[in-house]
């Protein structure tokens, strides 16, 4: 997943070099909604994890 958001955020940096605003920020959108999927299921697993009493890794 984090490596997804890493693929748009780099897509939505080289649409805005090359001009292509719309799409720059339609990739920009993708990368924050899943680089913010991502954290909210790290923070889940994390107290799932803590919850059931296994040390974190």
Do not use: D, E, H, Y
Not at 21 to 35: E, P, Q, V, Y
Not at 42 to 54: C, D, E
């Amino acid at each position: 997943m984090l490596g997804w958001a890493l693929v748009f955020f780099l897509l939505a940096l080289l649409c805005g070099v090359l001009g292509f605003f719309a799409l720059a920020g339609l990739a920009g959108t993708i990368a924050k909604i899943l680089l913010l999927v991502f954290l909210v299921m790290l923070v889940i697993n994390a107290f799932s994890g803590a919850l059931r009493g296994q040390p974190p890794v």
